[in-house]
């Protein structure tokens, strides 16, 4: 019997993939002739020609992304989502074969506009009438993760046949923004986001919380559980209630969530402060004493506005993830406090944690007569959360925390080479483990906030972005390195993780990362500890805390400009080298050959074999 095998996931990277391999092998098992056809992100679309089509038998369709099926109109269809093809091809191949019905086509949506779309009795017939959905994406930085995320989840909306809006929320600000009529008519609203955003225009809405990693690799899931398991979001219009919506997990924001969230309204003006000062080094290290000169001025901007305004907007914005906008005025003045006592970064985290839950404990439990009840967020919630956490920060909190942010500083200042390596590999092989995930943000947070501190924090920023991109750097040099070991789709994927690793963008090693985890992690990990150690063992110092290999084009932005490009490129090196040895595969996975590509028939034997020794 002749087959063709279609497989597609939302990311179109991993799961696309195993499918293809499990079905392939399940039909020739069987004596079957198959011809394949793989939906992937990494390469333009290639479909099957006229003469495959036409001594097709039976048509198998995996996907949990949109798929056209109006060619194969008249044909016996089965389909289902990719999901359940993945644990056992073969029970998924004899319900196929048993159940698959000829497909029909019904009219278009628009009147006379000629369109037919193919109907399938199971699967797609729920696409009309199925729910509306909105979704918000936002992750820390506001570069990768958000944009992913988003893309996912509309492909894997319309694969399974939900209208699907979603929102971006990242370092450039909102954009599709959802208008009020869609919010209104979405059944479900998603907010897979790492920090916290306003949820307030939903309230009365059913609300799932999750995280951008979660939608972004199991995005069809997401939909599902969202659809399932969403909450209605409690309060009044303009202010929602603090914690409702969500999930079983998604209900859990905790500490990290608050924490994130001051992180990423504070990375901006740390990244224009580290490069406004890096850019007064310009005139010379010590121009900036000059008072009256154009390095002065820049060091004002860049040290005494933008780095005197990290801890204050960290600490607001942590108070504003956990009270809403009543927290940020008591976030700032403690932040502030933390700044003027010497307490840092750390005071500034302790302070908004402090003003936020003040603040959320006044909302929640403090009852006033009605008259007066619009006097609450404005002027008793700012002006009694600010006292208290002044008062704490002054009396209790502040000098405890500034002896342990001076001991810190002195530790990073004064520590010889040994511990130097150490914190080092640490910090390299933290950010190299999740790329971008938990782990990666609370090492890069770390960096960030000890920039505050000084010349102290100058080195472990040094090897924390130094570390961040070797992994897309190494998975890069690796397809380069081992053409043989990748198909065309991931040499595609490895020219651009090549360009996102020299801009200090470490999800571009993410889809070899999903395919292949458990040697993909452990190389990156080994490249990056190694990457760190170096750049600390070399008393490299790094003003800027974004940029990659761009920031190199400041004067005076690195101190040690070649021993620094010599640390990025032994671990790249390694990553690259390591990876290539020991990745195991054939020249293209089974899907992407000739044959899979719909130019001829084949038993499946071939792609059987390539499917055996690719990972």
Not at 55 to 71: H, M, N
Not at 156 to 176: F, M, N, Y
Request: aromatic fraction near 6%; charged fraction near 15%.
């Amino acid at each position: 019997m002749n087959v063709i095998v279609i497989t597609a996931c939302p990311s179109g990277v991993a799961t696309t993939f195993l499918a293809s391999r499990g079905l392939v092998r399940a039909a020739s098992q069987r004596g079957w002739k198959v011809a394949v056809e793989m939906h992937s992100q990494l390469e333009p679309f290639v479909p099957l020609d006229s003469q495959v089509l036409a001594a097709a038998d039976l048509v198998v369709v995996a996907a949990s992304a949109p798929v056209d099926l109006a060619r194969f109109v008249g044909k016996r269809v089965y389909q289902a989502p990719i999901s359940e093809a993945l644990p056992d091809p073969t029970a998924f191949l004899s319900r196929a074969e048993r159940e698959a019905k000829p497909l029909t086509v019904v009219a278009g949506a628009g009147a006379g506009d000629g369109a037919a779309a193919p109907a399938v009795s199971a699967p797609t017939a729920a696409a009309r009438g199925a729910p509306k959905i909105v979704a918000v994406t936002a992750c820390p930085t506001g570069v990768a993760h958000t944009f992913m995320a988003a893309e996912a989840l509309t492909q894997a909306g319309q694969g399974l046949g939900h209208p699907i809006r979603v929102e971006t929320r990242g370092s450039v600000g909102a954009q599709d923004v959802l208008t009020p009529e869609e919010i209104r008519e979405a059944e479900v609203v998603i907010l897979a986001c790492d920090i916290e955003v306003d949820s307030s225009r939903f309230v009365g809405k059913r609300v799932f919380r999750t995280s951008t990693s979660a939608a972004l690799k199991k995005s069809g899931q997401t939909i599902r559980d969202a659809l399932e398991k969403a909450k209605v979001l409690g309060g009044e219009p303009g202010h929602a209630a603090a914690g409702a919506g969500g999930g079983e997990q998604g209900e859990r924001r905790g500490v990290y969530r608050h924490l994130l969230t001051g992180v990423s309204f504070m990375l901006p003006m740390v990244v224009a402060g580290g490069l406004l000062i890096a850019l007064s080094f310009v005139f010379g290290i010590e121009a900036f004493k000059e008072e009256g000169t154009l390095a002065a001025a820049l060091m004002s901007i860049g040290g005494g506005a933008a780095f005197s305004l990290m801890v204050p907007l960290l600490a607001g914005y942590i108070a504003y993830s956990i009270a809403d906008r009543p927290g940020i005025a008591p976030g700032m003045i403690g932040g502030y406090l933390a700044s003027n006592l010497g307490a840092g970064f750390l005071g500034g985290i302790v302070a908004g944690f402090i003003a936020g839950y003040a603040a959320q404990a006044l909302s929640r439990y403090v009852k006033i007569p009605a008259s007066v009840e619009s006097l609450k967020p404005i002027l008793i919630i700012p002006l009694v959360a600010s006292l208290v956490t002044g008062l704490v920060m002054i009396y209790v909190i502040g000098t405890p925390v500034a002896a342990i942010m001076s001991a810190m500083t002195t530790f990073l200042t004064n520590m010889n080479s040994g511990n130097a390596i150490l914190l080092g590999s640490l910090l390299g092989a933290m950010m190299c483990f999740d790329l971008g995930g938990p782990v990666n943000k609370a090492a890069y947070t770390f960096g960030v906030g000890l920039l505050s501190a000084g010349a102290g924090g100058y080195g472990p920023m040094a090897a924390i972005m130094a570390a961040g991109m070797v992994p897309a750097i190494g998975m890069g040099l690796a397809s380069l390195i081992a053409r043989a070991k990748f198909s065309k789709q991931e040499r595609e994927a490895g020219q651009a993780s090549l360009v996102l690793g020299l801009c200090f963008i470490s999800e571009g090693a993410i889809p070899f990362m999903a395919k292949d985890p458990l040697r993909v992690i452990p190389t990156c990990m080994i490249g990056g500890a190694v990457t760190g150690a170096m750049s600390m063992y070399f008393g490299v110092q790094l003003m800027a805390p974004h940029g990659g290999l761009f920031v190199l084009l400041i004067p005076n932005a690195v101190n040690h400009v070649l021993l620094y490009l010599l640390s990025i490129a032994a671990g790249s090196l390694l990553v690259g080298f390591g990876y290539a040895l020991v990745k195991t595969g054939k020249v293209e996975l089974p899907g992407v050959t000739a044959q899979a590509q719909g130019k001829s028939w084949s038993a499946g034997a071939g792609s059987d074999r390539a499917a055996a020794g690719s990972s």
